[in-house]
T-cell receptor
Framework: DTEVTQTPKHLVMGMTNKKSLKCEQHMGHRAMYWYKQKAKKPPELMFVYSYEKLSINESVPSRFSPECPNSSLLNLHLHALQPEDSALYLC???????????????FGPGTRLLVL | RKEVEQDPGPFNVPEGATVAFNCTYSNSASQSFFWYRQDCRKEPKLLMSVYSSGNEDGRFTAQLNRASQYISLLIRDSKLSDSATYLCVVTPPTDSWGKLQFGAGTQVVVTP
């Protein structure tokens, strides 16, 4: 079963709000990812966690704060977002970071975020 | 030059016909290659990995040409449900682990 779940499916927030996106996988994968996708564009990598440690931050603004409480869960905390942050936020996971460059990533259904 | 390039399409394909399209990549040291499909407002879903020997999964055939640095996808006997955007995805060399390189996608529209 290659399932990654994400909640909520949709989120509307104001620029002063604080909210969190959640991602969960039970495939035993040890790498988890956050991506941002705008309409008609490919996903853009934001963060990578490998064995619950942040290994890649693609110069993401600090209003996005990732957290990996355990190997199955990944959160993205949002604070003081801008309207241009409205997008589909995708979580993904892959099996074993130590396997090198051969990892298949499996995506969750995403959270569609609208910032007003 | 983009790292991964695709013809954005759309490829308008009559139901039952065959469609093929390519993707080129710039880094000859790229490790792994995949085709994902993405339906409108949905997540990318793995369609197939692409191997040097070529591989087939039902009506879908993928090929990798390392010498010319491109991969291809061929869809035979197209179904209406094949309408989607097909993303070419490349894994860079291992020192860039985790950073998948995405093409912009090729849109396929299968018409009755």
């Amino acid at each position: 079963d290659t399932e990654v779940t994400q909640t909520p499916k949709h989120l509307v927030m104001g620029m002063t709000n604080k909210k969190s996106l959640k991602c969960e996988q039970h495939m035993g994968h040890r790498a988890m990812y956050w991506y941002k996708q705008k309409a008609k564009k490919p996903p853009e990598l934001m963060f990578v966690y490998s064995y619950e440690k942040l290994s890649i931050n693609e110069s993401v603004p600090s209003r996005f704060s990732p957290e990996c409480p355990n190997s199955s869960l990944l959160n993205l905390h949002l604070h003081a977002l801008q309207p241009e942050d409205s997008a589909l936020y995708l979580c993904a996971s892959s099996q074993d970071p130590l396997a090198g460059g051969y990892e298949t990533q499996y995506f969750g259904p995403g959270t569609r975020l609208l910032v007003l | 030059r983009k790292e991964v390039e695709q013809d954005p399409g759309p490829f308008n394909v009559p139901e039952g016909a065959t469609v093929a399209f390519n993707c080129t990549y710039s880094n000859s040291a790229s490790q792994s290659f995949f085709w994902y499909r993405q339906d409108c407002r949905k997540e990318p879903k793995l369609l197939m990995s692409v191997y040097s020997s070529g591989n087939e999964d039902g009506r879908f055939t993928a090929q990798l040409n390392r010498a010319s640095q491109y991969i291809s996808l061929l869809i035979r006997d197209s179904k209406l449900s094949d309408s989607a955007t097909y993303l070419c995805v490349v894994t860079p060399p291992t020192d860039s682990w985790g950073k998948l390189q995405f093409g912009a996608g090729t849109q396929v529209v299968v018409t009755p």
